[in-house]
């Protein structure tokens, strides 16, 4: 049995079709000036269908230190989500990919897995360790969960038409979720979001900034490198105005830009940040 999933970046829309799919890897980062400008509207649209989510990293020559420390600081990841070195460019080495994974192991292994991303020449006639982290995502264009490598696979890419197109090597979504996080759907039942806070508006400072805070940061609206703040200062309005443009549904009525979260934007806010 296997997962059927797509792995997009900055070439693909943010409303690709999630039918049939368990799975969206995501283009994060590449190198250390390169970050994907869809990527957190195409992470909100796959928490919004309840796939798992993963990201995935393009090396180039270079540290692989500050590569690694620039992709877990931009990559809109929650705690679970795997991370992946996507190895292709021919100026990257072996060691050089070992020495990424380690950093990013390093970084994030104790909440992450953590893997690699390359195609079937780079396996075979590049890779002299055999390390792939914690899961070989491997691309070789024959028939689906059939790679012609003798390793142990955990994801592989058969197809790029029409885009990137994957298995995973689980019995379904739950055994993926349960190996990228540790566990299934939430055992109480469905997720209620918290209440509306009274008071939270733009401007005010209120501890229920903060909830408001990690709920845009876990679904890819706010940077992690802003500080939580009792504030709902402009860092905050601006990210409420991203998770607003990718649904506008939750917008208020007759504004393009809107700062302010309302009691129907929360609700759905918080079920894509910790929803089932």
């Keep these: 049995m296997t997962v059927k999933g797509i792995d997009v970046s900055s070439y693909q829309s943010a409303t690709f079709s999630t039918s049939g799919l368990d799975f969206v890897f995501v283009k ?3 190198g ?3 970050v994907n400008p869809k990527m957190r ?9 309840s796939l798992v989510v993963g990201f995935y990293h393009f090396l180039r020559p270079g540290s692989m230190k500050a590569q690694a420390a620039y992709f877990v600081e931009k990559a809109a990841s929650a705690k679970g989500d795997p991370l992946f070195a996507d190895w292709e460019d021919p100026g990257v080495s072996c060691a050089d990919k070992d020495a990424f994974l380690a950093e990013v192991k390093r970084l994030r292994g104790a909440t992450h897995r953590v893997g690699l991303y390359c195609n079937l020449d780079y396996w075979k006639r590049r890779d002299t360790t055999g390390n792939a982290g914690d899961a070989l995502w491997i ?3 024959v028939t689906a969960a059939r790679p012609r ?9 058969y197809t790029d038409r029409p885009l990137d197109t994957n298995v995973g090597k689980f019995a379904d979504r739950a055994a993926l979720r349960r190996w990228a996080t540790g566990s299934t759907t939430s055992p109480s039942g469905p997720y209620t979001p918290p209440a509306f806070p009274a008071g939270l508006a733009p401007g005010k400072s209120k501890p229920s900034a903060k909830g408001l805070q990690r709920a845009l940061k876990t679904c ?6 802003v500080k939580e703040s009792d504030h709902y200062g402009p860092a905050t309005q601006a990210a409420v105005a991203r998770f607003h443009n990718a649904h506008p549904s939750y917008r208020a009525a007759g504004k393009k830009t809107d700062p302010a979260i309302g009691p129907r934007g929360w609700a759905y806010l918080h079920r894509l940040a910790y929803g089932n």
């Design 28 to 30: 994060a980062t590449e």
């Design 32 to 34: 250390t000036s390169y």
């Design 41 to 49: 509207d195409q992470v909100a649209h796959a928490r919004a269908a």
């Design 139 to 141: 691309a070789d264009y």
């Design 149 to 157: 490598i003798t390793a142990a696979w955990t994801f592989h890419q």
């Design 220 to 225: 890819g609206f706010m940077p992690k490198s």
